[in-house]
């Protein structure tokens, strides 16, 4: 069993890495931005990831009513898959057409 100073190690150490990869995106966004070089997301790539996503998250979240595991397994996938499907499809004009 983990024990409470434990949690809060392991939650410091995740928070702690999060801001620092968050510190080396916007750098290398502002890198890039500021030599030109920047370029627009590929959309139909997150409408892609959101249909292999979203399935598998609804997949773990139905399993949990049927192997009792954990609920929040399949929830980050299912959210995740939902978020992406919508920005692709929003954007699907933006599609790149040689793809």
């Known amino acids: ?6 949690w809060l190690l392991i939650s410091t150490a995740l928070v702690a890495i999060l801001v620092v ?3 080396l995106v916007t750098l290398v966004v502002w890198k890039k931005r500021r ?8 959309y139909r790539a ?4 959101g249909i292999a996503m979203f399935p598998a998250g609804a997949f773990f ?3 949990y009513f ?3 595991i954990p609920f929040v397994i399949g929830l980050p996938l ?3 898959g939902l978020i992406y499907l ?3 499809l929003a954007n699907r004009d933006k599609w790149k057409k040689n793809e």
């Open 1 to 6: 069993m983990i024990k409470m100073g434990e």
């Open 66 to 68: 049927l192997l009792d």
């Open 86 to 88: 919508v920005i692709g």
């Open 78 to 80: 299912f959210s995740m």
């Open 21 to 23: 990869v968050g510190i």
């Open 35 to 42: 030599e030109g070089k920047l370029e627009e997301p590929n």
């Open 46 to 49: 997150f409408f892609v990831m």
């Open 61 to 63: 979240m139905l399993l």
